[in-house]
């Protein structure tokens, strides 16, 4: 197959599902010159190495991005990463943030919350709503997205050991809303093991904690296929004294874990993989993995 034969399979397919799932939003792009931006840039000649090294976007090995389009067709989720103090007093930030433009949430919650304290317990003691929002409850949940419209924007939660129940209190504020669990999009970090390696925040053993973290997986696979499941984190690991390299090797390998977890609870690959979310310090993005078969 010529090269020009493999550029009109990649616009039959990848292109064109593309397209009609994500419109470009203008019909011509151009730079500040006023000169046309084709849509893909090629070489004149591109011989088996360039092919396979770099190939068409939205396609393995993806080197030139994940949508065929990129930023064509969607832009950018831009979120801060915000939260603290109380559940009303967040509520303002984040509303601030979207009448700014921001066109996501990414939420911080305080200590206790992310080790399943009460903000009333002793432990919880000087630490409630300091690093995050603390959230005792799901009427706490209510507050934080009073008049936030779920089914228009999409959330980051940051949130791992309690993920499940803070990804409950979402759906059932989804539902308070109007907005069914499908139509919810956004990511839930879930991401437990990193918690063991760099920064401690875990509740129970390793084991339970993959159940649950399986349990997600599935349960999101089926009623929430919009949402990412989970973001496994090397940030934390590099922030905690790794080196670049055994960043992305611990991450990995916990990647590999949550796999092997889930394929042993008896999860088909395709029902949760396209939803497994990374977020390195490097880059400081998270993309989605993709499948290939």
Not at 83 to 89: C, I, M, N, V, Y
Not at 207 to 233: E, G, V, Y
Request: overall charge neutral.
């Amino acid at each position: 197959m010529g090269e020009d034969s493999r550029f009109k399979e990649w616009e039959k397919k990848e292109l064109a599902k593309s397209i009609s799932r994500f419109p470009e939003r203008k019909e011509k792009f151009t730079n500040h010159g006023g000169d046309e931006i084709p849509r893909v840039a090629l070489p004149k000649n591109m011989d088996e190495k360039y092919l396979k090294d770099l190939g068409f976007p939205g396609r393995y090995p993806f080197t030139r991005g994940v949508q065929p389009t990129m930023y064509r067709g969607r832009l950018w989720t831009m979120r801060q990463y915000a939260g603290f103090s109380t559940a009303a007093e967040s509520n303002k930030r984040y509303r601030y943030l979207l009448d700014q433009g921001t066109t996501g949430l990414s939420i911080a919650f305080d200590l206790p919350t992310q080790i399943g304290y009460d903000s009333d317990d002793p432990m919880s003691r000087g630490e409630v709503g300091k690093v995050g929002v603390a959230i005792d409850s799901l009427a706490d949940m209510e507050t934080m997205f009073q008049e936030i419209p779920l089914d228009r924007i999409s959330t980051s939660m940051t949130i791992n050991s309690p993920a499940a129940i803070l990804l409950a209190m979402y759906v059932a504020i989804g539902e308070k809303q109007g907005v069914a669990a499908s139509q919810l999009k956004g990511t839930i970090q879930n991401d437990v093991l990193k918690e063991y390696v760099a920064r401690g925040t875990y509740i129970f053993p390793p084991k339970p904690s993959l159940r649950l973290i399986t349990d997600i997986f599935q349960w999101c696979s089926r009623h929430m296929p919009a949402f990412n499941t989970i973001s496994i984190s090397g940030y934390h690991i590099r922030e905690a004294g790794s080196t670049a390299v055994q960043e992305v090797a611990f991450t990995l390998a916990n990647a590999c874990t949550y796999v092997n977890a889930a394929l042993d609870a008896g999860l088909e690959i395709d029902a949760f993989a396209g939803r497994l979310a990374f977020f390195f310090n490097c880059c400081g993005f998270i993309p989605r993995l993709r499948v290939i078969h």
